[in-house]
DNA sequence: GTCTATAAAGAGATAGAC
DNA sequence: GTCTATCTCTTTATAGAC
């Protein structure tokens, strides 16, 4: 996958290639997306996409390898300097959802379509994305310790449920609604923390309590 | 999708051509599922799988359509006796949770491959999905309302947290393992309703506290 | 209900000219 | 860098015998 460009350059279609191949991954799935319609998306022939890709599956090796590199780059850089194991939770949730859900179609193919690689590409792609599970448990397991999260779950379970909360996102959202990426990130961490409920000591049964019958 | 049996009949091989199907599906995704592989595996030749089905087709739809039913059918008949509005959160996540990861092949299938379904098909799963998901919005809006959860968040993006929580889990769940699908559904409604964090009046800070440096 | 045989279309990929 | 032309393999699906 070709570095993007920091100037203001023209897109080349050697850019094209890898945005628009995720479009399409994203709208019909990996193995369902033809070289055909990837080329004549691209507006030009089967023949010349080989000249940027030796074949179909290095297109969706390029996509996870990027997107998984985006995703711990960003985690990573955002909890440098973050301390508290509350702070370094929100810091993470804000950080993972709001680059899942800008580089939308890239994040949603490697999260969805990953295990149709083969052979070594699937293995480092795998490893890779172990390691930045590895990160999140991390995340997690540290506030645990430190007393911030109950202790009533295992570490792992937590971390399951939080990516269960981040990562299915990917199958709903649509960009350019009125739910703003970061506005649902403090949403769903709010609710990872708090929970949704009403704290019971705060819930007044004169106005609250449901009309019987 | 033939219907099961109640007695204690023979497996036939109707039967086992959408469960193995589903098996599939999930393990490889529906296009990437030869009718090669699924006859190979049912020991019948590819001309016999079209004995029982018209087209690949039919079989995501048979099994999102079965898939729907159940999940709709065992989420209503729980709900219909529970009325405390925290409680019929409970009851709906503990039902989705057991069904989706009991059934996790015809589940995974419904979740992750509806979309590749076309015309008709497509419309009436859509159609189906669409108003059991009403039912979650239903659940969660009545909570709010009666004063159960908080109003810092809006019915819907509450209700999609909650669907997040609940459905990323058949991408990662492999039956068998020690995290039985109930105690996981308990540990999400808790985490849902309560959040993953100690309550701040409760954390003793001589006890809990991390150690500095 | 299951088979052999085959049709018909769609797929990934390459050769070699410009 | 892009093209035309083509190869080769795979795929879904059907016809018709047993």
Redesign the interface.
Known sequence: MPKQSGTKAAVTTADRVWTVAAQLFREK?Y??TTTRELAERLQITRASLYYYVDKKEDLLYGICVESLRRVSTAVDAALSDVVG??ERIRTLVCCHVVSMLTDIDMHATM??DLH?LTGDQLREVVKARDAYQATVDGVIADAQ??????S??SPK??S??????????I??YRPGGP?KPQQ?AE??T?????????PSEL?DPT????VAR
Request: proline share 4%; glycine share 6%; with cysteine.
């Open positions: 799935g193995h369902a194991p509350t999260l969805l149709h310790s430190a007393g911030a999260l109950r009533s779950f379970v937590a399951l449920a939080l990516l269960n909360l981040m990562n299915w996102t199958t709903w739910l649902f949403v769903i709010d609710i990872y923390l708090n929970g949704a409920s009403v819930v106005v609250c309590r449901p």
